[in-house]
């Protein structure tokens, strides 16, 4: 089992959680109930290992994907990414770390060599609005 975690720092809030299944990715060509199926499960994993703790329940924020390659992995394409993680920043906001997923701000994600720990990191910053 994939072993989460989540950590804080002064400005944002990094929550480590396996690779979305390529079933996920918006080129994979599968039944609907698989892919019902699979987001299911990832939503709920995310939820469980965002749970950690001190949920803040921020509104408006940043997301950045950090996609930690294991070996033999290919790399994904940044929007597929993006779009496979729907589900996670849906159990994030299951897990109350998110208080709705309107007001995220997703950038590009990164990708980087790590055969001893794949996995994706997840970093959520508050932004800081003016006028509020």
Same mark, same amino acid.
């Given at each position: 089992?994939?072993?989460?975690?989540?950590?804080?720092?002064?400005?944002? =809030?990094?929550?480590?959680?396996?690779?979305?299944? !390529?079933?996920?990715?918006p $080129?994979?060509?599968?039944?609907?109930?698989?892919?019902?199926?699979?987001?299911r499960?990832?939503?709920?994993d995310?939820?469980?290992?965002?749970? $950690?703790?001190h949920c803040?329940?921020?509104?408006?924020?940043?997301?950045?994907?950090?996609?930690?390659l294991?070996?033999?992995?290919?790399?994904?394409?940044?929007?597929n990414? =993006?779009?496979a993680? !729907?589900?996670?920043?849906?159990?994030?906001?299951?897990?109350?770390?998110?208080?709705?997923?309107?007001h995220?701000?997703?950038?590009?994600?990164?990708?980087?060599?790590?055969?001893? $720990?794949?996995?994706v990191?997840i970093?959520?910053?508050?932004?800081?609005?003016?006028?509020?």
């Amino acid at each position: 089992m994939f072993r989460g975690a989540r950590y804080m720092d002064r400005s944002a =809030i990094y929550v480590d959680v396996p690779a979305p299944p !390529k079933v996920l990715s918006p $080129n994979a060509r599968s039944h609907w109930a698989v892919k019902a199926k699979a987001v299911r499960k990832y939503k709920a994993d995310v939820a469980y290992l965002a749970m $950690n703790g001190h949920c803040p329940g921020w509104d408006h924020v940043e997301v950045r994907y950090t996609l930690r390659l294991g070996k033999g992995c290919k790399r994904w394409d940044g929007d597929n990414l =993006i779009a496979a993680m !729907k589900s996670g920043l849906d159990g994030l906001v299951t897990a109350g770390v998110l208080k709705d997923d309107k007001h995220v701000q997703v950038m590009p994600p990164e990708q980087v060599r790590a055969p001893a $720990n794949p996995g994706v990191t997840i970093r959520i910053e508050q932004l800081r609005l003016e006028g509020r």
